[in-house]
């Protein structure tokens, strides 16, 4: 029963990780992944419990008008939103429903240009579908299949020669539908990257954006991510702990990742707010970055956020910036 | 009548009955396709946000879609797993492999068991009731292979199997995949794991252009797309109106002398396997149970939100299972649908085989 919808987007400033809990492939601590794609996600679990840790934050009893219109909640709104606590859980249900965070834009090592952003045009029929359901009207085409060793391009940025080179593997570029490469990169980079401090990455977006046939977009997001080892020092003999040598996978810095938010009606009495009003909260607590998945202490996984809506616009920055920074 | 079309925002999640609280109750199933108990549930819930129902008006929520055992006006049929398929797009509905056949790789698909009566067969030792007269055995040309668990008909295939003739089936994996996820809990104070709160859940993903198909009457004013909320966790799903409305098999008038029946959805009896009250109550005629062929059975219960309180879970016959039947002179069917309960809703919705 949702009434209203809009597009959270997520953009990777440090490699987040946001495991599985176990892994039997050669990577001890993998990432969580589609399990029929294989595609990075982070779970709308996690998700949605970072984003009410911030919204409890950011919530009293008894907010003055000030308070409100600064993003404030009241105690009764957050539960409205988000559920209430576990122990009366059956009370009634939360208003608000996150997706999973999918993959949208990978970077990937590239012999010209640094990096290069590449996608397919599976993962973006995809995003085309929830850009759909939430009312956004991305306006550029899904761009026809390129062939397995071919990379549509927009431009010459990423040319190395006569090829786009991406880690160690050689494509031949295709510069025929340059103008919708150059479309969707330019509307990512006006309605998905964070909206300050993005000015440089904004202008590289279209001209760095590169999209692969499905498989060999699957074969990056596979095993072109971070994965990081990690070792545990004994104290006394500043040596290796026994067995303390692990790997960790991570997404790497400069993913872009999106979520459908969903959100219906208040089922909580005293609380009267329409599922357009409860994303309206959510967008207006200011929540700019926060951190998602392991290993917070060391820095990892913070991400900037962007919620936009159907009108295109974001209910979020007319907040005061707050909550978890 | 509408019928709908659902698909995925990402993955649902469709709870057994077994206890689940993220702590000493760790690992939460998925059941997939739903039990009819919870599209009333999802169909019902989301006709309120249609007719703009204030979700806090107990009284305005039972005059709008009833109680939790009055459905007022609506009547389902489903849910039925489906997928876009061709050219075209058309949906195909899928069911479970009826538990009268068995794999014949030398045949090249499913063969049926034969109905027997017990005193033409060798001696045998059978937990199957005295009253049943007729044993199911495979024909003597029959090489039988091992039962793979997950199989999965499509239309054509099942009313192919049902007549007799091989059939071929598919691995659930085409269809749908489970998708354990792990999850903890953590203390927003302290930024730290939950002592005990580590749990699985298994979700089910399904694949590409697959989906639930539910046929719903008694409701209109629907948008022709949309999303509504399905399951646990509040997953979304896209649903949209099918234009071509796909027919239900139906019987002949009159039964013939031999017939049998394909539960398509769970079924209650009262008596477990078989109703309390006698077979009369589905039919016009005179007819006697010969055989089954049954599935485990299977546990279904649920929640009701609106009494806050959990449903008493219930063993139903299984989707799959089929019961054979004689009838004498004239006989038909009452209604298409054979359940001691929740036939407005979904249960017990049977095909008819002659």
Redesign the interface.
Known sequence: ???A?SMLFIYVETPLHAG???GLGAVDLPI?R???TGYP?V????LK?RL??AA?GRAKDSPTEQDQQQGWLSTKEFLAIFGPE?AHA?????AL?T??A?ILLFPVRSLASVFAWVTSCDALARFL??AE?VGLKPGWPLPLAPGKDTALVNGTALLAGDSVVLEEFSFKPDTSQAAVVKAIGEWLAKNALPQTGYDYWKAALPTKLCILHEEAFRDFVLYGTEVQTHIKLDPDTKTVAGKMLWTTESLPVDSLLYV?L?A??????GVDLDGQAILQKVASLGLTRTQLGGD?TTGQGIVALRFVNSNGDRPGSAATPGGKQ | MMQLFLEPVDVWLFRDGKPFDAGSDHRARSLFPPSPHVMQGVIRSHHLVVKGVDLRDRQAIEAAVGTVNDFRGLCLRGPFIARREGQNGQIVRYFPVPADVIPDEKAGGYRLLHPRLRGDTPDVLTSAPPELPMLLWPLEDTEPTKKEFGQWMSETELLKCLQGQPARAIHSSHLFVHENRFGIGLNDATCTTEEGALYEVDFIRPCKDVGLWVQVEGYDGWPATGTLRIGGEARGAHFSQIETALAWPQPHNRLSARFKVYFASPAFFKDGWKPRSGWEQFFDGDVTLQAVALNRYEVIGGYDWAANRQKPACRYVPAGSVYYFAAVGDAQLRQDVITEDGAEIGFGQVILTG
């Open positions: 029963m949702f009434t919808k599985t809990g176990r969580q589609e399990r029929t996600i779970q709308a679990s996690g419990g009410r840790a409890r576990t059956s009370d009634y249900a939360g429903s997706g999973d999918r579908r929830e359901m459908p969903m219906g009606p208040s089922r909580a009495h917070e």
